[in-house]
């Protein structure tokens, strides 16, 4: 998921006089991309390990789970994560404190998903399939963008749309129960699944192409969010078509 804002190619929005680190030199964009492909690591070690860790107990498991309050304190916490992605995005080093607390508190949305799926199919191997095909897919669709480097910018608009349709649909379910079935179906997860798959393209390309150097984190933050929600609708997937 995008956390750049861009006016034109090129240039950084609220920024002026920056520019992305595409029109920078060859070993100053090969070390932007390392160090953004370093931090999304480190995310990645954060949100797996408090994920692990909450899913590892019943009792912590709901016990975090009940924090949500449903789907809404969910989307409460993303809001609250994106939030503090935002404030401390330009400020080094907050930006690195608040790209760890963006993977923290996914960890935290993660950790009873994973207890609850384990629990319903009788072990991880539901969740280990889940994380493998997803780190296929990123992986897959990551090597092609920076290897092509071709320009995906135009995904942009139809991403958004697609996203906060998706987002509309899970808000009417979640308060009217319309359309309910099928936010819960697997049509639904694989549709989303895809979608992810897609901003994975679109983020990657960013990336390579318009982010400015100072914005390293933020940069690790969309790619690494990508991944993780598809790794959460792939295990709803899965769950589906094991049911």
């Not at 935290?108 to 994973?114: A, F, K």
């Not at 009417?172 to 694989?190: E, L, N, P, Y």
Request: aromatic share 14%; glycine share 12%; hydrophobic share 55%.
């Amino acid at each position: 998921m995008s956390f750049q804002q861009t006016s034109t190619a090129g240039t950084f929005e609220g920024a002026p006089g920056q520019v992305s680190v595409a029109q920078e030199s060859v070993p100053a964009r090969m070390a932007f991309i390392r160090k953004v492909y370093a931090l999304f690591g480190g995310a990645m070690i954060v949100w797996m390990g408090t994920a692990a860790l909450v899913a590892s107990s019943e009792e912590l498991a709901l016990s975090v789970a009940g924090w949500f309050g449903g789907g809404l304190g969910m989307i409460l916490f993303l809001a609250l994560a994106f939030g503090i992605l935002r404030v401390t995005s330009k400020s080094f080093p907050l930006n690195i404190v608040g790209l760890a607390v963006f993977a923290l508190l996914y960890g935290l949305i993660t950790g009873p998903t994973v207890y609850l799926y384990a629990s319903a199919y009788g072990g991880y191997a539901i969740v280990a399939k889940a994380f493998i095909l997803a780190a296929s897919i990123f992986g897959g669709l990551t090597a092609y963008v920076l290897v092509t480097k071709k320009d995906f910018s135009f995904m942009g608009a139809g991403l958004s749309i697609a996203l906060f349709s998706a987002l509309g649909l899970i808000l009417v379910s979640m308060f009217f129960g319309i359309g309910s079935t099928f936010v819960a179906s697997t049509g639904f997860a694989w549709a989303m699944v895809l979608l992810f798959a897609g901003y994975t393209v679109y983020d990657t390309s960013n990336i390579v192409r318009r982010y400015p150097a100072n914005m390293a984190a933020t940069a690790a933050a969309s790619i690494f969010a990508d991944f993780v929600l598809m790794f959460l609708y792939l295990l709803r997937a899965l769950g589906g078509n094991r049911d």
